[in-house]
């Protein structure tokens, strides 16, 4: 691999092979894994995994879409942490505490807990890490082509709730994604840099959103969805609360990036 990046263990069955590693990006240490079919001869196209807030790269969720993508479509795929998430937390109370606080919020049900009022200092500290993490999966793409391991140029990204809040300006000013999966996030009703940047996505969106979502009025979501520029989008709406996405959802997932990124 490249100089910036260190592989730090492998492991393999008869459908995928794991490998975590270590990139420099900017001078900070994103941990990240890559997963690959067992049975790959060469590249083939890409899907990366973007987690939500407070999880990190390995979480259920992601490690059950990576072993789908691999196994299912034979494509390769790749999370990293974002910023101040998973191996890069660097205070332990700070982050329990923005977990115990999302789940106040589900727990207070739709409308209850669906607006946030953060300090200036978080506001700054949130918008930094999404342009932080911007710049990191920009970064990942690099090394993916260096490596050899995208076929054709065909990458796909996933990425809900935080990770659409990433999503949306990486896709907005990265060519190189070719479609994207995104969903329970949402717009204000002010103009704002989310809501310029899902005008400037271009490429085929799939939007996934819960109806009784806890942390996003339904209004903000179908704000969001209107604002995707892509002339190809679709959005998916099921009955429920911001974690219950009903698992054959991800049945739509392998379709659509099969569809445009190929078998």
């Not at 996934?208 to 209004?219: C, G, I, N, P, S």
């Amino acid at each position: 691999m490249l100089a910036a990046v260190q592989v730090i263990s492998e492991a393999a069955d008869d459908i995928v092979v794991e490998r975590r590693f270590d990139m420099t990006a900017d001078g900070d240490v994103v941990p990240g894994i890559v997963w690959t079919p067992a049975d790959a001869l060469g590249p083939t196209p890409v899907v990366l995994i973007s987690h939500g807030a407070t999880q990190h790269k390995r979480v259920a969720n992601v490690l059950a879409l990576a072993r789908r993508f691999a196994g299912d479509l034979g494509f390769t795929a790749v999370a990293i942490d974002a910023p101040g998430h998973g191996d890069r937390v660097t205070d332990v109370a700070a982050s329990d505490a923005r977990r115990a606080q999302l789940a106040r919020r589900i727990a207070a049900g739709p409308g209850g807990g669906s607006v946030m009022n953060m300090s200036a200092d978080d506001t700054r500290r949130w918008v930094e890490h999404l342009g932080q993490g911007v710049k990191e999966w920009r970064a990942t793409i690099d090394m993916l082509e260096s490596e050899g391991l995208v076929r054709d140029g065909l990458i796909g990204y996933w990425g809900v709730s935080m990770g659409t809040m990433i999503g949306l300006p990486l896709l907005a000013s990265e060519p190189r994604v070719k479609a994207a999966v995104l969903g329970l996030a949402g717009l204000p009703v002010e103009p704002g840099p989310l809501e310029a940047a899902a005008r400037d996505v271009t490429a085929p969106v799939l939007f996934v959103f819960q109806w009784d979502d806890e942390l996003v009025a339904r209004d903000a979501g179908l704000r969001l969805f209107d604002a995707l520029g892509s002339a190809d989008k679709t959005m998916h709406v099921h009955p429920g609360g911001h974690l219950g996405i009903p698992l054959h959802e991800r049945l739509d997932y392998v379709a659509f990036f099969k569809r445009h990124l190929g078998a």
